[in-house]
């Protein structure tokens, strides 16, 4: 499927945001300034965002059209509104 | 269409949230303490976030669904992908 | 102060933010494509928030400021926490 | 310090969280479903705004409160805002 992004590329990605992770508890071990500790936080959680969007993108071109075709709307549409609305939280 | 949220009930919410950003702005002016002007300010976005999921809801039920079944999913795809990157940051 | 943002630039901007969002309710009224009015909606928000940051900006240098050096430090540090959790929902 | 939250308690969740998010890259690998990877992502998300949150407590109880009783406001109220300004993002 042309528009479907690797499986390969968002596991990478992961695997960068796990190391960020880690990188977080090591600046809290060492006593690292809180604010820096926010920014390394914060990036990961960018990051994980940017893996939520390629995830969404997949199950869009995927699942959701394939339901939509087969008149199968409401269960994929809800889902899509539910994960939007906790995105807003 | 069953699954479709009454523009009224749209238009009513966003009526209701116009009458709440105005009290923000009545509320700095006449120098109201500055966290519950914030408060306030929280409470109107609050308010516009629930209403993006009922537009949002409306164009999935119609437009997206038309349009996919149509086999145009592209744009309609593209398109909820950028609201939902922006409604992340 | 020096540091303070002037409250009628403040007041400004919620004006233009109360334009904007009235703006939002005729495209609903007006049926127009619900991504635009996704979009417009959430540049009262990005607009919200900018303001939010100018009114917190103010408080931290006077009342925050003044607070603390007093030593009464808990109320108002209770305060930012509680925007600060806000804003991240 | 009383309000100080202890270093130990964030870094048990930030081990917890580090769990968590390697379970997200298991599901993917797994073939799990988007959505459900979506609510796990997110719900690292949360354990790590929290975790922020936690973090900043302790910076405003400590270096924020020093700096202000030493009259040094500015740089610090400045990284807070920047700090702000990213959470709304």
Do not use: P, W
Not at 52 to 60: A, I, K, P, R, T
Not at 80 to 88: E, R, T
Request: glycine content about 2%.
């Amino acid at each position: 499927m042309k528009n479907k992004i690797e499986k390969a590329s968002i596991i990478n990605r992961l695997k960068i945001a796990e190391g960020h992770l880690k990188k977080v508890r090591e600046m809290v071990e060492d006593k690292a300034y809180c604010i820096d500790v926010l920014h390394q936080s914060r990036a990961v959680q960018s990051a994980l965002k940017e893996i939520d969007s390629l995830v969404l993108h997949n199950h869009l071109y995927t699942c959701v059209t394939q339901a939509i075709k087969k008149g199968q709307s409401k269960k994929v549409i809800d889902e899509i509104l539910a994960v939007f609305n906790k995105s807003q939280k």
